[in-house]
């Protein structure tokens, strides 16, 4: 009998989790470092957390990398829905559950180190002729925010933008932290030195996972365990430090 019931028990468990795997979904966006796809395969540092939190919490909810702002439809508009890794912003934060930090990152624009007009103040960037970031997103909406007049919004994804620095067909670009202007760098072959960073910090924000305001709240506090535990051994800063 007790050999019945601990069966029956484990299998209640196993059903109970194969359930919660089966209606959740989990999303991103290409967002290097943190988030991206590399030979059809879904990394990033962001990525790594959330399947060692995974591991942890015995969840095996399958990742889809989707369009930046299809991603965030997504999680707005449907049920039991995950996304990572998002910036908390005041007017996203009664819109979602949050675990996190994950990590604490700003953005700051990039020119040509040999740029003729270097730009060091918030004035001159206002005056560039001309600003490329990415067509949709936070980033493009917060500069537009401050006052931007100057924007080409017309990069889909951030290579476009370095291109188009490269090119000489835009004198400052904005979209990426300093480990994703590093990455991109690397990715497209830019000598040290090439680019520059302009002293001047437009956003500072923590990444955070964003859970649909109809997530089950012990799976939210679950998850959020799981990352304490991440952070009190040590493993989200080795983590963090392989894309540094």
Not at 43 to 50: D, K, L, Q, S, Y
Not at 58 to 69: T, V, W
Not at 209 to 220: E, K, M, T
């Amino acid at each position: 009998m007790k050999h019945s019931i601990l069966i029956a028990a484990l299998l209640c468990l196993l059903m109970g989790a194969f359930a919660r795997a089966e209606t959740y979904q989990l999303v991103t966006e290409e967002w290097a470092p943190y988030n991206y796809r590399e030979n059809e395969h879904i990394t990033g540092m962001a990525t790594e957390v959330v399947r060692a939190i995974m591991a942890l919490t015995g969840d095996h909810f399958e990742i889809r990398m989707r369009p930046s702002m299809r991603a965030s439809r997504v999680l707005q508009t449907q049920p039991r829905t995950i996304m990572y890794s998002m910036f908390r912003t005041p007017e996203r934060e009664s819109l979602f559950k949050w675990v996190g930090p994950i990590a604490e990152e700003s953005i700051y624009p990039y020119q040509l180190a040999a740029a003729a007009q270097p730009i060091h103040t918030l004035e001159q960037l206002l005056h560039a002729p001309r600003i490329t970031t990415r067509h949709a997103g936070l980033v493009p909406t917060m500069l537009a925010s401050m006052g931007f007049d100057n924007l080409d919004m017309i990069a889909t994804e951030s290579r476009q933008l370095y291109r188009m620095l490269l090119a000489g067909r835009t004198e400052v670009i904005i979209g990426d932290t300093d480990a994703g202007v590093a990455y991109y760098s690397r990715q497209l072959g830019i000598a040290p030195g090439t680019l520059k960073r302009v002293p001047i910090e437009l956003y500072r924000s923590s990444l955070y996972i964003a859970f649909s305001r109809d997530s089950d709240d012990d799976l939210v506090a679950s998850w959020a365990r799981a990352l304490e535990h991440l952070r009190d051994t040590g493993e989200l800063a080795r983590i963090q430090s392989h894309y540094r």
